[in-house]
């Protein structure tokens, strides 16, 4: 009987301490796009710098950080939950609750032209250039509707 209890009693902590890290690990949907849009600027930022010839260029680490871009938006649109609107400095716009569609339509399009470009495999400066001008496109064209300017 008491080997039982006991046994019961170290099960209900285990799953207490499992549950309490989950929810510690679990960072509100704020500050997971703002980790996301992080990567994805740490990329846009290491290919630019390769392109610009502030860094040696290498194809294979161009086309790692579109991937780690690519990984990092698997499930932006996600992020936007009703409710994340205020709190933790987000530069979210409101327009991203009013134009629901639009801005799916932008993450949708910002994914594809990522997937092209990492499925193109550009293995010169040049081929990284316009895959990756594509893409980048796609931040100017989203952050002037999605997100509030910072001044
Ligand atoms: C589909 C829309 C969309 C696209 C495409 C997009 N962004 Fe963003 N980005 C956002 C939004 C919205 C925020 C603000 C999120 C917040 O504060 O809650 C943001 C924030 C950022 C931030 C600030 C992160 C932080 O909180 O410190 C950086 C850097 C950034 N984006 C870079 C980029 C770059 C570079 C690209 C293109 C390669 C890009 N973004 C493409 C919507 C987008």
């Known amino acids: 009987m008491m080997?039982?209890?006991a046994a019961t009693t170290t099960g209900a902590v285990l799953l207490?301490?499992?549950?309490?890290?989950?929810?510690?690990?679990g960072h509100s949907p704020i500050e997971q796009r703002q980790a996301?849009?992080?990567t994805v600027g740490k990329s846009a930022k290491s290919i630019?710098?390769?392109?610009?010839?502030?860094?040696?260029?290498?194809?294979?680490?161009?086309?790692?950080?579109m991937v780690?871009?690519?990984?990092?938006v698997e499930n932006y649109g996600d992020l936007f939950p009703e409710g994340s609107e205020t709190g933790f400095d987000t530069v979210a716009k409101?327009?991203?609750?009013s134009d629901r569609a639009g801005f799916d339509a932008?993450?949708?399009?910002?994914k594809a032209d990522l997937d092209t470009a990492i499925a193109a495999n550009p293995q010169d400066?040049?081929?990284?250039g316009a895959q990756f001008g594509a893409v980048g496109k796609n931040c100017s064209a989203c952050h002037e509707t999605y997100r509030v300017n910072k001044t």
């Open 36 to 38: 996301a849009m992080k």
């Open 106 to 110: 932008a993450v949708a399009k910002f």
């Open 125 to 128: 400066a040049e081929a990284v």
């Open 48 to 65: 630019g710098e390769m392109l610009k010839g502030n860094a040696e260029f290498n194809a294979e680490q161009a086309v790692a950080a």
């Open 68 to 72: 780690a871009a690519r990984e990092a």
């Open 94 to 97: 409101d327009t991203i609750w």
């Open 16 to 25: 207490a301490a499992t549950v309490t890290l989950s929810v510690a690990g």
């Open 3 to 5: 080997r039982i209890f």
